[in-house]
């Protein structure tokens, strides 16, 4: 089992930049994939990012990122903190939505894999 807490959404101008953390208790992050996921009013739950520990022996960790997000989104951990990251740069209105972290035993963009969800942040992305 593991607990997820989701922080950092806010209210920010189009342009602008939010970091949001997920802090894990229960088990060590390092022990499954990272996922964000977002929801906006009136739409589906979708796939943001997502990051698999590959280990100290084998290199950087493996990320994926949706298309949309590719280049301003940047998904990260640390271990120490038992935390994971999603820096939002350049932030849009369509960005707008209730931002999810999740974990899974398995690397996915599918929401369905995941088995352990935060609470929920809001990011508002104003014009």
């Known amino acids: 089992q593991v607990q997820l807490v989701e922080s950092g959404g806010g209210l920010v101008q189009a342009g602008g930049s939010l970091r949001l953390s997920c802090t894990a208790s229960g088990r060590p992050f390092n022990d499954y994939a990272v996922g964000w996921f977002r929801q906006a009013p009136g739409r589906e739950c979708e796939f943001v990012a997502t990051?698999?520990?590959?280990?100290?022996?084998?290199?950087?960790?493996?990320?994926y990122y949706t298309d949309s997000v590719r280049g301003r989104f940047h998904i990260s951990r640390d271990s120490a903190s038992n935390t994971a990251y999603l820096q939002m740069n350049g932030l849009h209105p369509e960005d707008t939505a209730v931002y999810y972290c999740?974990?899974?035993?398995?690397?996915?963009?599918?929401?369905?894999?995941?088995?352990?969800w935060g609470q929920g942040t809001q990011v508002t992305v104003s014009s």
């Open positions: 999740a974990a899974s035993r398995y690397m996915s963009i599918n929401a369905a894999a995941y088995a352990y």
């Open positions: 990051l698999y520990y590959k280990g100290d022996f084998i290199g950087s960790d493996s990320t």
